[in-house]
């Protein structure tokens, strides 16, 4: 009796500031802002205190925000299925790498993640600027007669978000591929399957979870993908994020700020979990 | 159907030889066992019949066809792994069936065919299960449905029996050596474990470091194994150094054994410890002094001293007889008990 207290107050010792301080920088806040999205925004008085859906509603009915939704997720979609197209051939060729190797190939995937998103995305303005490292090179081969605007364009902001992803991406192929077991390829190759079938039928199936796990988490980082949107896609561009972020810093209306937010959690988490649940279901064999 | 022949088969990995100019015949119809130490290359040779591992020299002729630059999935082979390797997302059904949809069998002859091979491994039923739904022993017969079902030329086995228990191992030994035989398949097996070997071959290639130190059928190994390390890796035995003297062996300290077809240049015997026979002191033989003597339910276990100092292991079927550490007793061994050989060879 007594040592199963103090088993648990060992137990409650050890939870207690992870727990103080996600309460504290995470629940309250939320719940501030889930109470902020419910009040009204009057210009010249900013916040004032009411019970109101209106915010919400103005999301849903107002084409603009609309815009805002789906530019988001088809970028969440599209960089998402880029970085699993591109990630997985480099994920296995780590996976097959002979061990001496495979420290060093491992480095250069963690290696980008030492560069913070913004400093990335810096990088990304310098290439592809007016005057930028691709403008440069297109004008030399003469593919352009003059500087192609790159810079805040859709494709721009894919290719940003699509750098800052493509290793967690990899990282997380690479560590079920490793996983899975190479007499099965070989089993497929023996029975008559070449080398594509036997990636279709076999390899491809076993990674599945790998490749929902790697597909989620990329997507869930461009749904709230911030400065690269903001440093590539200009000021024109909206994606939900900096939306979120431009109504509480620029127009100080708390209100709409603290909706979007919820509406853009709100579309992540309802996504992920359909997406979560139908591919459980599909691969209920595995 | 068709035999295998592979000649002078040769993998380097820089500058180590994994298999070092191996050549075997294979007939038709054979079951081949390719027994040696781990590191002895007969994995790698068996994965370059496969296809999974290009020759640095040689060539393998699958009947009349030349495979040597032919890729896994042209070779028309079963294959059967050590880990099972099922696919664990598809069914029993579906893992048997797939090389026959490789194939663009029809869906009619897939079932029927599908069927039979499930019940010639006694896995009528089991279709619809998932491989994790089943034990070891019935994974790996899933397996070789799977490597059968598509009636390949050859049939190639990587350590079948080393996953399972000691009974199921037996069981499943049993099941292979009736299926090749029922269905008249080359197959060449790959083991390191003797008894297993000598159980199901029709012919061993005793390998080592990359090279075939002796083939032929399990008795002849065993009987007359062609040098030291075949001799031990078959089976115990007792070794002595000496020289050979028209028909008799001479050992170092000088005792002389009758010893038929003893090759003239043979510098060691080898005497299996079964071969001996124990007679009372005095009888015609050797004399020797029981320093160990282990009864072992079966039979008797005994470490002999003999008269020149040499030791001489027995083991010897129970006969009521009780040997007891230090007693006198006499050790026949028949002429054709002895086998001799030239280390080095």
Same mark, same amino acid.
């Given at each position: ?286 | ?96 069936? *797939? !090389?026959? $949809?490789?194939? =663009? ?7 029927? +065919? #599908? %069927?039979? /091979?499930?019940?010639? &491994?006694?896995?009528?039923? *089991? !279709?619809? $299960?998932?491989? =994790? ?7 790996? +017969? #899933? %397996?070789? /449905?799977?490597?059968? &079902? ?18 199921? +191992? ?176």
């Amino acid at each position: 009796m007594s040592a199963a207290t103090t088993e648990q107050r060992r137990f409650a010792t050890l939870l207690a500031p992870a727990t103080v301080i996600v309460v504290a920088g995470l629940v309250l806040p939320l719940l501030l802002m889930a109470r902020y999205s419910l009040n009204r925004f009057e210009p010249g008085q900013f916040m004032v205190e009411a019970l109101t859906f209106g915010n919400y509603v103005k999301i849903i009915s107002d084409p603009y925000y609309r815009r805002i939704a789906v530019t988001t997720v088809t970028m969440a979609f599209t960089a998402t299925a880029i970085c699993l197209v591109v990630g997985f051939p480099v994920a296995s060729a780590i996976a097959r790498a002979p061990a001496r190797w495979k420290t060093a190939l491992l480095l250069l995937v963690i290696l980008p993640l030492f560069v913070g998103n913004a400093v990335r995305a810096a990088g990304w303005m310098v290439a592809l600027g007016q005057k930028g490292l691709l403008n440069w090179i297109l004008l030399r081969l003469g593919i352009v007669s003059e500087p192609a605007a790159f810079m805040y364009t859709w494709g721009a902001v894919c290719a940003g978000i699509v750098s800052v992803n493509l290793p967690y991406v990899v990282l997380t192929l690479q560590s079920v591929l490793e996983g899975t077991e190479k007499s099965a390829v070989d089993a497929a190759q023996s029975l008559g399957a070449t080398p594509f079938t036997t990636w279709r039928l076999v390899t491809l199936p076993l990674a599945m979870p790998g490749v929902v796990a790697a597909g989620l988490l990329s997507f869930i980082l461009a749904m709230n993908a911030y400065a690269t949107p903001v440093l590539l896609g200009g000021p024109t561009f909206q994606m939900m994020a900096p939306s979120v972020a431009d109504q509480v810093l620029q127009q100080s209306n708390w209100p709409l700020g603290a909706a979007l937010a919820f509406t853009l959690t709100a579309i992540t988490l309802i996504l992920t979990a359909t997406v979560s649940f139908t591919l459980a279901r599909t691969h209920a064999g595995a | 159907m068709a035999g295998i022949r592979i000649e002078s088969l040769a993998k380097r990995y820089n500058a180590v030889s994994a298999v070092d100019g191996v050549t075997l015949d294979v007939r038709d119809g054979e079951f081949l066992v390719l027994l040696g130490p781990s590191g002895c290359g007969k994995t790698t040779t068996l994965r370059m019949i496969a296809g999974f591992v290009a020759p640095s020299e040689g060539c393998v002729r699958i009947g009349a066809r030349d495979v040597t630059h032919e890729p896994p999935y042209r070779r028309n082979i079963g294959l059967v792994f050590q880990n099972y390797a099922l696919f664990p997302h598809l069914t029993v059904e579906e893992n048997v069936a *797939f !090389g026959l $949809r490789r194939r =663009r069998v029809g869906e009619a002859a897939i079932r029927t +065919r #599908v %069927a039979t /091979a499930l019940s010639r &491994v006694k896995l009528d039923g *089991f !279709g619809g $299960r998932y491989p =994790r739904a089943m034990s070891g022993g019935q994974q790996q +017969r #899933v %397996a070789i /449905a799977r490597a059968i &079902v598509i009636e390949p030329d050859v049939l190639l086995l990587d350590e079948p029996l080393s996953n399972l228990d000691a009974q199921l +191992r037996h069981d499943v030994r049993g099941e292979l050596r009736r299926l090749q035989t029922e269905l008249g398949i080359t197959t060449i097996m790959v083991t390191h474990d003797q008894d297993e070997a000598m159980s199901v071959a029709d012919r061993l290639a005793v390998m080592e470091k990359g090279q075939v130190r002796q083939v032929g059928t399990p008795s002849e190994i065993y009987r007359r194994p062609a040098d030291r390390f075949v001799a031990s890796f078959v089976g115990r035995a007792n070794f002595y150094a000496g020289r050979a003297e028209r028909g008799i062996f001479v050992t170092a300290s000088g005792l002389r054994l009758p010893v038929a077809d003893l090759a003239e240049g043979a510098d060691t015997l080898m005497i299996r410890p079964e071969a001996v026979g124990l007679r009372p002191a005095g009888a015609d033989g050797l004399a020797a002094t029981v320093e160990t003597a282990t009864y072992l339910g079966a039979g008797w276990e005994l470490e002999l001293r003999l008269a020149g100092g040499e030791r001489l292991s027995v083991v010897a079927p129970d006969a009521g007889e009780h040997w007891r550490q230090g007693q006198i007793l006499t050790a026949h061994v028949a002429p054709t008990a002895g086998v001799g050989m030239r280390t080095g060879s």
